[in-house]
């Protein structure tokens, strides 16, 4: 097995909205904000080379949406996924696999493109099977007002009317040790319905792609939750029982929104798990 960061392009988000109740005096420390207020933020995704399959863990924005959708979140940078999978020797053709961990624009709006003539839409992998599950699909197809502008429809029908979507197999567990794909998946819903986060080892470290329950180092403290999830109470009972079990078992997070930070460890303390030690993905398996 290998596993390659993929960096499909950064953006940013109101501060305040990543950090829900807590103050802009407290979570500027960790993240500062710009004159008006944005963070920077990563859409990092995570490709898994095992065997005959490739699984690329969430797809970014896309670029299909209009200059004014993108003018909303102030797109910085110039990462890619096409350029950073070719960086690892890759094309998206290659993809056998896409996991989406929820089905909001940002984690799985790479995962569909125009059409050549641009009257309508495509898998952007065109030999890959899109997995995500039952409960989180109709959740996304009959979306509540609050999240309505997340879950856009030419980022999800497309998958279904190609014959491409599968779902996983849940076994009802919050945590679940075997998967279709292979590695583990923490079931959420604080977030949003049933956000899947994978739990992968590899040369001897175990990494949880952390998604949004933890989507930087600044969100690490319990009462550090999102003003997008739908369940924010939920957000902590499950980030502290996760937290409890990485601490246990030394689980590295994997942060998919980090903008400077790619890996991290944890160290429990009187208030609770903290961050221990920062990596980047080159530091921590290819040193």
């Not at 699909?137 to 979306?143: D, L, V």
């Not at 996983?168 to 590695?183: D, H, N, T, V, Y």
Request: with cysteine.
């Amino acid at each position: 097995m290998n596993l390659y960061p993929i960096e499909t392009g950064n953006f940013k988000l109101d501060g305040g909205a990543m950090f829900g109740v807590v103050p802009k005096s407290i979570w500027q420390r960790t993240n500062p904000s710009d004159a008006n207020n944005l963070i920077d933020i990563a859409a990092r995704s995570l490709l898994i080379e095992d065997g005959d399959r490739l699984v690329l863990i969430d797809t970014g924005l896309g670029n299909k949406q209009s200059d004014k959708f993108f003018g909303y979140y102030n797109l910085w940078g110039d990462h890619s996924l096409d350029a950073s999978l070719a960086a690892h020797g890759f094309h998206r053709d290659d993809i056998t696999d896409v996991f989406m961990t929820h089905l909001h624009f940002d984690h799985c709006g790479g995962s569909i493109e125009w059409n050549d003539d641009r009257t309508g839409y495509r898998p952007a992998f065109k030999n890959a099977l899109f997995w995500t599950n039952e409960n989180h699909w109709k959740w996304a197809t009959e979306p509540n007002v609050r999240e309505k502008a997340s879950f856009l429809k030419e980022n999800l029908l497309p998958m279904e009317e190609s014959g491409q979507l599968r779902f996983i197999e849940r076994s009802g567990a919050m945590f679940q040790k075997e998967s279709e794909l292979g590695f583990s998946i923490w079931f959420m819903d604080g977030h949003t319905e049933k956000q899947m986060l994978p739990q992968i080892t590899y040369k001897g470290i175990t990494l949880v792609f952390a998604a949004d329950l933890v989507p930087t180092v600044g969100h690490i403290p319990l009462p550090y939750v999102t003003g997008y999830d739908t369940r924010p109470l939920l957000s902590m009972d499950e980030k502290a029982r996760f937290m409890q079990t990485a601490l246990e078992q030394n689980l590295y997070l994997f942060f998919e929104h980090d903008a400077h930070n790619q890996l991290c460890t944890l160290k429990e303390t009187p208030k609770g798990a903290r961050v221990n030690t920062i990596f980047t993905f080159e530091e921590l398996f290819n040193s």
